[in-house]
């Protein structure tokens, strides 16, 4: 069964600390995307990148990166100088195309809270 | 463009009564999925579409829910009578995905947010 987990439950940083965020998975299937959304204190979730089993280059953006490791089923979020404007809650989610048997839909981690203070 | 749209954005109802959460999805958007989010249990699909027909309700919590899609561009869900344990945060997701492809990005809408007394 596919599973996610963020085993930080909350972290907290100063201002233009750098921070890691962790995602694990576990899939049996070969083809599956991964996702990162950020919920910020009102409440939307808001959709921060997507990513395919095939592709495992590191992917940057401005103060976010993202490192995906299959031999480790891992894909990690860091932000880079961060703001207090990161704060929220971060999800990592697994999807499978439902040809391989799973279903389309998303599969979300519990969540890691970050706060940022100034 | 319009995001995905869900009204009410707060709802307050005394248990047993019917309530009914409206969702509009992204235009163009074929693929539409109700969530529910609780502190104890997360994020939980609860039932999607695909070009208005479901196709997983595997995840409805019981008879009480009921979704429904009569077009493209709005879908429901309905629970009746609601329970306390039903307070949460319900969100409408949207994508453009085709139903045996996957994968696509699903855009979330802003929440209902429901407390059941």
């Known amino acids: 069964a596919q599973k996610v987990t963020q085993a930080q439950t909350e972290i907290s940083v100063v201002e233009k600390e750098d921070v890691t965020l962790d ?51 891992s894909f990690n979020f860091t932000i880079t100088a961060s703001q207090v404007v990161d704060s929220a ?30 | 463009d319009a995001g995905v749209i869900q ?22 958007h074929n693929s539409l999925f109700w969530y529910r989010q609780t502190m104890m249990r997360g994020l939980e699909l609860l039932i999607y579409f695909n070009n208005n027909v479901p196709i997983d309700d595997s995840g409805m919590p019981e008879d009480r829910f009921s979704a429904k899609m009569p077009n493209a561009s709005f879908s429901t869900l309905k629970i009746q009578p609601s329970e306390p344990r039903d307070s949460a945060v319900y969100f409408c997701a949207s994508s453009a995905g ?10 979330f809408g802003p929440g209902t947010r429901l407390l059941v007394l």
């Open chain 2, 98 to 107: 085709t139903s045996g492809v996957g994968g696509e990005t699903q855009y």
């Open chain 1, 89 to 118: 809650v971060y999800f990592c989610a697994l999807s499978e195309p439902p040809l391989q048997g799973g279903s389309e839909k998303l599969v979300f981690g519990k969540g890691t809270k970050l706060t940022v203070n100034p």
């Open chain 1, 23 to 73: 995602c694990v998975y576990e899939t049996r299937d070969t083809t599956y995307y991964l996702f990162w959304y950020k919920q910020p204190p009102s409440g939307e979730l808001v959709f921060l990148i997507r990513r395919n089993s095939f592709d495992e280059q590191n992917e940057i953006s401005g103060r976010y990166s993202w490192n995906f490791q299959k031999s480790t089923s």
């Open chain 2, 7 to 28: 009204s009410p954005r707060h709802e307050v109802t005394e248990m047993g009564q019917e309530v009914t959460l409206r969702c509009k999805p992204i235009s163009g």
